[in-house]
């Protein structure tokens, strides 16, 4: 029955419900993407029209307006499966239409696939099936398909963005990927104009890492692609990725040529700048960004970065002054501005600007062991303690840890009678704290008084019987120093029992080894100690172990390497001054 004649015997108020349905419905649906891809297609395709219906029977149109009032009642799953049937039963084209913006709706992939396919077979030179199928072939994880129709659009008349295609081909296996590649370079054969096509043949090269072939592809472009900022970048990666530094900055400043006013590329010639070490001309775009955009707070903070790492600390100040005016970065601007005074030897200017670094953020204890330092170095040793004591005020736990920084620090300037006398006053607070009687060790050790150092380490062990740093420490200090070898190897099996990839330990079991004479374990454990902490000091114990077991030359191969690094050496130098020493 033709609908036209059907409408006469409707009543009025349903024809025009019909009417309604038709449009407002079909609105709705086609502005509800399933997916990213179909929603692509329908972004690229015209908006959607009222659908002229063909002949229906009775029964037919009974289900086209049973779909249509399902989705005027928001019921769009009933409404898709209406139409899904009714599109399979009338291969009507309007219908197909109709189905696939409700299958759209509600995502129903294995329904668009099928209506696709009846698309193509109603009306076989229309690129819009075609379209359809692509996107749901790749969906589906079937991209060699979905390359077949993808150039059947482009050959009934319809365009299409290959580049998409690497968006589902980023996990494929490679020799799948490979089968894609083929065929992309077929269809750029047959449609030679294309640039989307040769776009997506350099993305599926880069993705199997053929750089050098994705490199000669861009070489192709000639005039059928229009670069872009993003095609400039993927040019630079894939030099990066091919090792040729030189080529990805050639490709990111002829980038910049075209697009100056183009801020990633800019951020991405600079970063490869400061990659390449080329600090001066790194800072230059940094400088060009910045009178591009001065309220950029990233990148003046990267500008003031970048002169501190070129000792610009002039510049550097003012920069960090300047995001201090306008609020930005406040802690990160108070604790630059105090590092270029320090290496500027404007202590006063430092000290009063690390103390300014607030409480929680990253740099709180840094700024204050440094104005600590400065102070102390200054010699006003009261002050320096009274800030530290008030900024701890009411906080147990960071008044220990600043006890135990400015102890360390009063000991690394030359006053360990100082660092003492802060200590004991400390522990008298809080008596046998772990970490206040350890930091009190390193006193001890300055002083070389090993019977108190002992003292402080038993009676953290007995404290702390797992502690790994106690046990190792006084382990270390016995095989050294005394001849307690038995007792010292005790103490230190039980610190590596806990903490047995520690490679501290395993040089302390190592030279306890070697002091009883078990030189072949001995040298396992120093070279296991030295491969994963090439230290001095180590080296000076596998140096030993090599000299002992008469491989001279192996022992000075590693001392030299040792030496190559800290060639004062207080352990090195001496062990071979000894050794050498002897007849």
Not at 129 to 148: D, K, M, T, V
Not at 192 to 219: C, H, K
Not at 418 to 432: G, Q, S, V
Not at 510 to 534: C, S, V
């Amino acid at each position: 029955m033709n609908v036209s004649m059907l409408r006469a015997s409707l009543p009025a108020g349903m024809v025009l419900l019909l009417a309604a349905c038709a449009l407002q419905t079909g609105t709705r649906v086609a502005e509800t993407p399933a997916t990213e891809p179909v929603a692509q297609a329908q972004a690229e395709a015209p908006a959607p029209t009222p659908i002229e219906y063909g002949s229906f029977t009775a029964e037919q149109l009974y289900q086209a307006i049973t779909g249509e009032l399902s989705a005027q009642r928001g019921d769009l799953d009933q409404a898709a499966e209406v139409y899904f049937e009714l599109a399979r039963e009338t291969l009507d084209l309007g219908v197909i239409e109709r189905a696939v913006q409700f299958a759209s709706a509600i995502g129903d992939g294995r329904s668009l696939l099928e209506l696709g396919l009846l698309w193509a077979e109603v009306s076989p030179d229309s690129p819009e099936p075609h379209l359809l199928l692509s996107f749901q072939l790749l969906e589906a994880g079937r991209p060699g398909q979905a390359l077949s129709h993808m150039e059947q659009v482009l050959e009934a008349g319809g365009s299409f963005e290959f580049s998409i295609l690497a968006s589902a081909t980023g996990n494929m296996e490679r020799r799948i990927r490979s089968d894609l590649i083929a065929g992309l370079r077929g269809i750029r054969e047959r449609h030679p104009a294309n640039g989307s096509v040769r776009i997506a043949l350099v993305q599926l090269l880069a993705q199997n890492q053929q750089f050098d072939l994705a490199l000669a592809e861009f070489g192709q472009f000639g005039d059928r692609v229009e670069m872009t900022p993003e095609l400039v970048q993927l040019q630079a990666q894939l030099h990066q990725s091919a090792n040729d530094g030189e080529g990805a900055a050639a490709a990111l400043e002829a980038g910049l040529e075209a697009f100056p006013d183009n801020r990633g590329l800019r951020l991405g010639y600079a970063r490869l700048l400061l990659q390449q070490r080329q600090l001066a001309l790194a800072r230059e775009q940094f400088g060009i960004m910045l009178a591009q955009a001065p309220d950029d707070w990233e990148t003046l903070l990267s500008a003031g970065l970048l002169d501190l790492e070129m000792e610009n600390f002039p510049s550097a100040i003012g920069i960090f002054e300047q995001m201090l005016g306008a609020r930005q970065n406040e802690d990160d601007a108070h604790f630059y501005i105090a590092y270029a005074n320090q290496q500027l030897g404007d202590f006063e200017a430092a000290i009063a600007h690390f103390r300014q670094v607030r409480q929680g953020v990253e740099n709180f204890l840094p700024a204050q062991q440094q104005s600590t330092r400065l102070a102390i170095q200054l010699g006003r040793f009261d002050e320096a303690h009274d800030w530290l004591a008030e900024l701890s005020r009411g906080s147990s736990r960071l008044e220990i840890q600043f006890i135990s920084m400015e102890s360390a620090i009063l000991l690394q300037e030359g006053h360990p009678q100082r660092a003492r006398e802060l200590l004991d006053r400390a522990l008298n607070r809080y008596p046998n704290h772990a970490d206040l009687l350890f930091t009190r060790v390193f006193v001890h050790d300055s002083r070389g008084d090993m019977a108190e150092s002992e003292a402080d380490l038993q009676q953290i062990i007995r404290m702390q019987p797992d502690n790994a740093r106690a046990l190792n420490h006084l382990g270390y200090m016995l095989a050294d120093r005394t001849e307690r070898h038995e007792e010292a190897l005790e103490l230190i099996e039980r610190a590596i029992a806990i903490e047995p990839d520690d490679p501290a330990i395993i040089d302390s079991l190592g030279w306890a080894q070697f002091k009883l004479g078990i030189l072949d374990e001995a040298l396992e454990n120093l070279r296991r100690a030295y491969a994963a902490f090439p230290d001095h000091e180590v080296a000076a114990h596998l140096g030993e172990v090599l000299w002992t077991l008469d491989r001279r030359e192996e022992a000075e191969s590693v001392w030299a390497e040792a030496l190559a690094e800290n060639p004062e050496s207080e352990f090195i130098l001496p062990t071979m001054e000894r050794l050498k020493g002897r007849p």
